[in-house]
């Protein structure tokens, strides 16, 4: 192990989790996100001897996920119950007054599944009503005469395995140098900080400010390979993402029939991916309630005015000239329609340069330890609502009066952001605040001036420069 792996291994005694890709191995071809692989990997560890229990981590997988043979099984034996681990999106049927659930891994669909009366009453599940949810579900088919049969969730428990404490985790991170500190979280993302330049670090981080600050909005473009989707995908349950296909106002944001709040109001963050390939139902629709929304987190459709604070992300290829540079000024050229107006793209606070990040080699898979996903992520979903941070960039910041007002909101919370990353110890110590006034509020700086430059060549009307705010002396 190196320094920093004893360092970690000694802080974060029950948070941290060590990571070799050998030991990954024993989940190919199971389709579980990163958080249950750590929880299983730490819970087969012997603290002592540090060694894994690979049959045992099989024996659970066999034992409680998914297989695509427990839907024949669960009719094949009705009033059975049969647990598994597993994924459910839960949704309301207004016309028959019931919540519908959905197994997508089981292959049990919406029109199938119904969750029990008896369960949305009790205090696990009446969060059910409508979202996404990880945890250990209770399943049984139940057999109707002159209907058909259906298959209910009787029981669940979510997937929460850990006390997440935000104290604990901020006194922690005096114990590490900022280079160190930076360190830890790129293995928390996965990736080998060894294999990273401290650029490319910090570059890599910027992905993850929609995990700590609430209504944040970006955009990354990058070639295929350089672990984009996989850093929203496979690090947190509170987000969505989406690839391709048809997205509708109804899915996004409301559904005027079911009367029901799409997913921007259930997730700290949605992402849609591989946005080249997407399609939108009424793209005009869609524009007009972007731009509300992106610029205030409200919306309106019909008669119904929501609120959100999930940040939007969209993601998308773009093509390299030989040098690894776009090949066109322009870099939006390909988006779809929707994103062809300067107003909309003025709402996104920050744009990520993706092709300064490498693409993904075997160089880059994390080894040694970090941070277990499940309990990053909470810390990551905890630090979204804590308002000293924000205070302290609007008093250490020094704002010029003539700042434009948009530039203005998304420097401030894409440094906001980044503190909370890289910097969760507020108040700074004396020497960090040199380090705060480059790794954040000059990254913020510049993920904003990509936005304005990419404005100026949409539209002349657009100022490429960016306000001189800087951090009082």
């Known amino acids: 192990m190196t320094q920093l792996d004893e360092k970690i291994k000694d802080i974060f005694v029950e948070e941290s989790v060590y990571k070799d890709d050998r030991v990954r191995a024993i989940f190919s071809g199971w389709n579980i996100p990163s958080f249950i692989k750590d929880w299983l990997i730490n819970r087969y560890t012997d603290k002592m001897s540090g060694k894994i229990d690979k049959e045992g981590i099989l024996e659970f997988l066999e034992r409680y996920m998914p297989w695509r043979g427990l839907k024949g099984e669960l009719v094949n034996h009705p009033y059975r119950s049969y647990k598994v681990l597993a994924r459910i999106i839960t949704e309301p049927d207004v016309k028959k007054g019931i919540i519908r659930f959905h197994i997508p891994d089981l292959g049990i669909k919406p029109e199938e599944g119904i969750v029990s009366s008896k369960l949305l009453s009790n205090r696990e599940g009446k969060h059910l ?124 944001f409301y559904d005027l029939q079911k009367k029901a709040e799409g997913i921007i109001s259930r997730y ?37 005015k929501g609120v959100s604070a999930a940040g939007f992300v969209i993601l998308g290829n773009i093509q390299l000239t030989e040098e690894r540079k776009p090949k066109q000024r322009w870099y ?120 304005k430059e990419q404005l100026y060549i949409m539209d002349a009307e657009y100022n490429k420069e960016i306000p001189d705010i800087r951090v009082v002396a």
């Open 129 to 252: 009503s409508m979202g996404e949810f990880w945890g250990v579900c209770e399943l049984t088919y139940v057999k109707e005469v002159d209907k058909p049969g259906y298959i209910e969730l009787s029981n669940f428990k979510p997937f929460k395995p850990y006390k997440v404490n935000l104290d604990y985790y901020v006194e922690a991170r005096k114990e590490f140098t900022t280079q160190e500190w930076i360190d830890v979280l790129i293995k928390s993302m996965e990736f080998n900080p060894n294999a990273l330049s401290f650029d490319e670090k910090l570059l890599l981080l910027c992905r993850l400010t929609v995990f700590v600050e609430p209504n944040l909005n970006l955009i990354e473009l990058a070639p295929k390979g350089t672990g984009k989707s996989y850093v929203f995908s496979n690090l947190s349950k509170y987000g969505w993402i989406m690839s391709g296909g048809f997205v509708s106002r109804a899915k996004l």
């Open 268 to 304: 700290d963050f949605v992402v849609i991916d591989e946005v080249q390939t997407v399609k939108f139902n009424d793209e005009n629709e869609i524009r007009g309630i972007l731009k509300s929304y992106l610029e205030n987190g409200t919306y309106n459709v019909g008669d119904f």
């Open 332 to 451: 939006f050229e390909e988006l779809p329609n929707v994103f062809q107006e300067s107003a909309l793209i003025d709402r996104f606070h920050g744009f990520i340069e993706g092709w300064k990040l490498p693409r993904f080699n075997e160089s880059l898979k994390v080894k040694g330890y970090a941070l277990n996903v499940e309990f990053f992520s909470d810390i990551l979903h905890m630090l979204r609502g804590k308002g000293e941070y924000s205070t302290f960039v609007g008093d250490i910041l020094e704002i010029p009066v003539k700042a434009d007002t948009r530039d203005k909101k998304a420097i401030v919370k894409l440094t906001t952001a980044l503190l909370k990353l890289i910097f969760p110890n507020i108040p700074l110590r004396d020497h960090e605040i040199k380090e705060f006034k480059n790794f954040c509020l000059g990254l913020a700086k510049d993920l904003r001036k990509v936005v």
